[in-house]
Structure formats: structure tokens, C-alpha cells
């Protein structure tokens, strides 16, 4: 009889890889199977989010790698691979793998088996939601902390590879309007910050700013981004993703972007000028944006009409 691979208790964190092809396989949700509920797997509704590796494997289903075996007491919000293997995860957690390291506060660093690496152990006071990789191996994080690392750094911060706060990155940190949601690194090093807040280094620039390489503000760069589409949840910029040709792809709850009508949704060449050639529109608000090799993009959020 085959095992019921999705019910291994696997809090916070569960791998998949390819299944032995002589045996047959469950798909890894099923509408119906009361515990294979994507929703719950992704912790909506306040269960703990999990955290989804997947092997893409072309023509085949995935199975859960029993191998990888790691635990996280609370929420894992965002996650990146090193070039070496190694698993950054960050997010609400003060208690990582497995049986457990205490005082792992809110990020830490997996080796690829799942154990921890206990060399890396920066953290911050409160919760980290994004960790984005520069090519240099250096790690930027962002969130609701004020500090990193044992130093002041409010909102946003980068570490050297080792884990050691990398103090060349002057990111004006007291004086950030509110926390750090999103980061994306363009490939001229310049790093693209979003979230709920009004300012960035001082300077009014409504939850999208951009920074140089060194942390400090590019005041050459300020679309802005105001109004909401829909009142019952926070405004600003939820999604943020940087097409292969430099442009900026932005979604979230805002209906002015660059101070043009764009309802969740929107383009920014990479000046951070409006893109008049895109002007797609949403009924409520975007939460995540990707794109696929052909160059579509998918769209998820809380919407039921777009275009």
C-alpha cells in the first residue's frame, strides 16, 4: 500500500523531489483530500506557511523528499538558494530545524540536507519577509525589524555571506516610513525596495523607492505609487518582479502608479518612468507576479476580473 507521503509532519518546511518512476504517485493535492488543501498548505487563515521546494521536472509529478527534514516554529515568509546549495529562510520563526536550534530569531541558513548551519545566526528583533541574493553572494533582507545582526538597522539591511552585517551598506536607516516588503537587485546593482512606507533615507517616496549599490537613496528614481483599489486591506506595493529587458513590473493595492491610472497592476521602464505600452487593470488587489520564459505574466491576488 502506497504511504501517504503529504501527512509526514513537516512544520514549516517540505521538499519535493522526483519519484521513483515504477511506483505509482498521488499528485501532491487533490481536491479531495481533506489534508491536501493548497490553501492550508500555504497556511492561510493563520496556519503556518509552508515552504515548497520543488524539483521541476518535465512530464513528471513530484513526490515529498523524506530526506529533507527540518522544522521552523512559525512562519517561513521567504526563502533563496545560494550558489552552493545552501537554503536561506527567513520569516516569524525563533526555532529552526530539526530537533530544533533556539535562537535562530527570524532568519537562518539550512545546509542542502535541511540540517542547520549554525555558522550563520545574524538575526534581527522581529520579522524578516523577504531575502533577496546579490551576484557578489551578498544577502539583502527586509521587514519589520530595527535591528540586524546586534546593529540599528531599520527596515532593510545587508549581510556579507558569512552572516556578519556588512557595514559599507549606509541604507538610511532611520529614517525609512515604515517596513520593507519586497527587494529586487537589478543588473546594475541597483536595488529595488517596496513595502508601507512613505519615505526611504528621508525622502518622500511612497512605497516603491530605489537604492544605490551602497545603500544610499537614487533620487533619480521616484514613480510613486498612491491610492488603493480597495479599502479593506493595506495600501502600497505588494509584488515586484524586474523582467529580463530591465523593466519593473509592479502589483499590490494602489490605483496611481508613476501619477497615471493604474489599477494593481503596472510597468515602469527601468528609469522608473511610466510604461504607456502596459496598462492592464485589476478589480482588487495583486500579490504576486511572475515571469515565464515566453515573456507572459502571471498574476495572482485576491481579484476576479483583470484586463
Do not use: C, W
Not at 297 to 304: D, K, V
Request: avoid cysteine; charge should be neutral; glycine fraction near 14%.
Amino acid at each position: 500500500m502506497q504511504t501517504d507521503r503529504i501527512n509526514t509532519q513537516r512544520p514549516g518546511f517540505l521538499r519535493f523531489s522526483k519519484p521513483n518512476p515504477s511506483t505509482p504517485q498521488r499528485p501532491p493535492f487533490s481536491a479531495n483530500h481533506p489534508r491536501q488543501s493548497l490553501s492550508q498548505g500555504l497556511g492561510t487563515y493563520g496556519l503556518f506557511f509552508v515552504a515548497f521546494f520543488l524539483t521541476v521536472m518535465a512530464g513528471n509529478s513530484t513526490a515529498q523528499e523524506l530526506e529533507f527534514d527540518t522544522y521552523a516554529d512559525n512562519s517561513i515568509l521567504d526563502m533563496a538558494v545560494q550558489n552552493d546549495g545552501k537554503i536561506l529562510a527567513v520569516g516569524d520563526f525563533k526555532n529552526l530545524g530539526r530537533p530544533g536550534v533556539m535562537g535562530v530569531n527570524f532568519i537562518g541558513r539550512l545546509n542542502p540536507d535541511g540540517s542547520v548551519d549554525t555558522a550563520f545566526n545574524p538575526g534581527t528583533d522581529n520579522a524578516v519577509f523577504i531575502v533577496a541574493l546579490q551576484s557578489d553572494g551578498k544577502i539583502l533582507v527586509g521587514g519589520n525589524f530595527t535591528t540586524l545582526g546586534g546593529l540599528s538597522r531599520k527596515f532593510i539591511g545587508r549581510l556579507n555571506p558569512d552572516g556578519r552585517v556588512d557595514l559599507s551598506f549606509e541604507s538610511g536607516t532611520d529614517n525609512i516610513g515604515n517596513f520593507i516588503k519586497k527587494i529586487a537587485v537589478q543588473s546594475d546593482g541597483k536595488i529595488l525596495v517596496a513595502g508601507e512606507f512613505s519615505s526611504l533615507g528621508g525622502l518622500a517616496r511612497p512605497h516603491l523607492g530605489r537604492l544605490n549599490s551602497n545603500g544610499r537613496v537614487d533620487d533619480t528614481f521616484n514613480p510613486g505609487v498612491s491610492g488603493t483599489i480597495t479599502q479593506q486591506s493595506g495600501q502600497g506595493v505588494r509584488a515586484l518582479v524586474i523582467q529580463p529587458d530591465g523593466k519593473i513590473l509592479v502589483g499590490g493595492n494602489f490605483s496611481v502608479l508613476g501619477g497615471l491610472p493604474r489599477n494593481g497592476i503596472g510597468r515602469l521602464n527601468p528609469d522608473g518612468s511610466v510604461d504607456t505600452t502596459f496598462n492592464s487593470a485589476v478589480n482588487k488587489p495583486v500579490g504576486t507576479l511572475a515571469v515565464q520564459t515566453d515573456g507572459k505574466i502571471l498574476i495572482g491576488g485576491e481579484f476576479t476580473s483583470l484586463g
